[in-house]
Structure formats: C-alpha cells, structure tokens
C-alpha cells in the first residue's frame, strides 16, 4: 500500500540552527500539506501547497517557516531559525483530491524535532 | 479564520460503555473529516462526512454531519479496550484542513 514517507524520524538541534524536514508524499497525489503537534497537544495546520504554491498558510507558518517541492518527490519543509518553541511532532500529508474537496489525508509517520 | 472546536477533551469510559465525541465550526464546511490517532502513532483517517444530515456507520462507529454543515459528532457503541486513542475532526475551509484539539478516549477494561 502506498504511504507517505518521513526523514529524520527525530532531529536534535540547537536553538538557531536552521533545520529541514523531508516527505514523500503519495506519487499521485495533488495536494501537500504540513502539520506540527506538539507533545499531548492537537494537530496544528501548518501549510497547504498545490500546483508547486503554497495554496494557504496558518498563522504559526511566519517568515521562519519555508515549503518546497526541489523535485517530482519530495516535498520539504525548512525551519530557518529554530526556537524552542519550534520543538514539536511534524507530519507531512498529502491527498488526492480536487479544492474544497481534499479527500482523505494520509499521513506521514512524523519527524520529531527537538530544540535544546 | 476558521476554527473547529471539540469537545470533550477526555473521556474515561468503562468498556462496553457507550462514547461521543462532538466538533463545532466557526464558519460552514465543505466536508468534515474524523481520524483516530493511537498513542504514539500518526492520525489514521476514519471517514470523510460531505452532505447537510449526512450519517454514515462502520460497524459500532456513528459519524453525523449537522443540516448546517457546522458540527458533527462521533458516536461509538459499547467501547472496547482497542477503541483507546485520540479522536480529531478535521473541517475544510478553503484550502486547508483544520483539526480540532481532540478527544482523548481511554477504557477500562
């Protein structure tokens, strides 16, 4: 069954390091998206990309926070300055469906960054 | 911007107790999604609620979407020790998908 990628599954950094997190999202998937939970805490939305854009954008996704799509796979999310509040569980997901009707969204099994 | 709310945030059930779970928009949605998340794990998609008074079951799960296309609630008839977890909605807006914080079911066996 295809499944959504994730790499590192845990990074450790130091406060002020830029950090990069990688997916693989489902080949024939449309749409892309990154999600960050801290520990206990709910799912947050972070970024929605589709058509190599950023389709929408939350509040907690500010200057410090960059998407990309380098190639036809991978679809990477870069955090430029960390702090420590950054520290958090981070999916990446992606579906197959058309605007305003997404589809399911498969997850990724995560990439846990810590920020010391 | 749009905001869906959930409630209760935990529940504590005995098993073969009966558990609901509910989720309230600020604004109308185009569907509503709900994923189950096992401690430890990432969330796994249940089922996606598209029509105004839409209801849909798999097996002791009762998924409702309200007539306003606002709220929705998740209903699970006599609970069992593999139900554990945490229950998210997920509405959809424009271009995004936002969960609600979620409803720690535990059960005691």
């Known amino acids: 069954e295809p499944e959504v990628t994730q790499t590192p599954s845990h990074q450790v950094t130091q406060m002020g390091q830029e950090v990069i997190l990688r997916c693989v999202p489902i080949s024939n998937h449309l749409y892309f998206y990154w999600y960050r939970q801290i520990l206990g805490q709910k799912v947050e939305f972070l970024v929605s990309f589709y058509n190599n854009e950023i389709s929408e954008k939350s509040e907690i996704f500010d200057d410090q926070f960059s998407v990309e799509r380098p190639d036809g796979s991978n679809f990477t999310l870069k955090i430029r300055s960390t702090k420590l509040e950054d520290s958090a569980m981070y999916f990446c997901a992606s579906s197959e469906g058309a605007r305003a009707n997404t589809g399911e969204l498969f997850f990724g099994e995560g990439s846990r960054l810590t920020v010391l | 911007g749009q905001q869906v709310m959930q409630i209760p945030q935990y529940q504590h059930v005995q098993e073969g107790e009966d558990f609901t779970t509910y989720c309230n928009s600020s604004?109308?949605?185009?569907?509503i999604q709900w994923y189950k998340q096992r401690p430890g794990g990432h969330p796994v998609f249940l089922i996606q609620l598209v029509k105004s008074g839409e209801v849909k079951k798999q097996k002791r799960l009762t998924f409702q979407f309200g007539e306003a296309k606002k709220n929705s609630s998740l209903h699970i008839t006599a609970t069992q020790t593999t139900d554990v977890g945490t229950y998210f909605c997920?509405?959809?807006?424009?271009?995004?998908?936002?969960f609600g914080a979620g409803t720690r079911l535990t059960v005691k066996p």
């Open positions: 604004t109308t949605l185009s569907n």
């Open positions: 997920a509405g959809e807006g424009n271009n995004d998908m936002r």
